[in-house]
């Protein structure tokens, strides 16, 4: 059995000659500010609920790119408000972050309406409203 130890991301950035853009930043409390700041969302679980990182994302207008398990096509649509890809398929991941580099009015186009998914069916306000007509709206 060999001793293999796994390189850390940025070592594997330097590796890449990719290491003057990347920022390991490490554990934020402060990571939805920075939302604002970022032009794309990536989510690649393995395994994911309903993501609040994707929702987040959404109500930043960030056009997001997630693999398609658990709740994350309940949340985003594929090619409507984001793109789903299979998980553990980097070459796909890789393919969707360079289409949306290179059509930047279509990331804003994702990112517009994931905002409006976001409003539609995500808020507290629709939990709210959606927890009130289950309760009140009576039992026979």
Not at 75 to 85: K, P
Request: glycine share 8%; aromatic share 6%.
């Amino acid at each position: 059995m060999s001793d293999v130890v796994p390189l850390s991301g940025s070592v594997k950035a330097r590796a890449s000659g990719i290491a003057d853009r990347i920022h390991f930043t490490g554990h934020r409390n402060d990571a939805r500010d920075l939302l604002a700041d970022f032009d794309v969302f990536v989510n690649c679980s393995i395994t994911e609920g309903v993501s609040l990182t994707i929702l987040e994302a959404m109500a930043a207008r960030l056009p997001v790119v997630a693999t398609k398990v658990g709740g994350t096509p309940e949340v985003v649509t594929d090619g409507e408000n984001g793109i789903l890809i299979p998980p553990r398929r980097s070459d796909i991941l890789r393919d969707a972050l360079h289409s949306l580099r290179h059509r930047q009015d279509w990331g804003r186009d994702l990112g517009a309406a994931a905002r409006r998914r976001f409003e539609s069916c995500f808020t507290i306000h629709r939990m709210v409203d959606a927890y009130a007509r289950l309760y009140l709206g009576g039992v026979s």
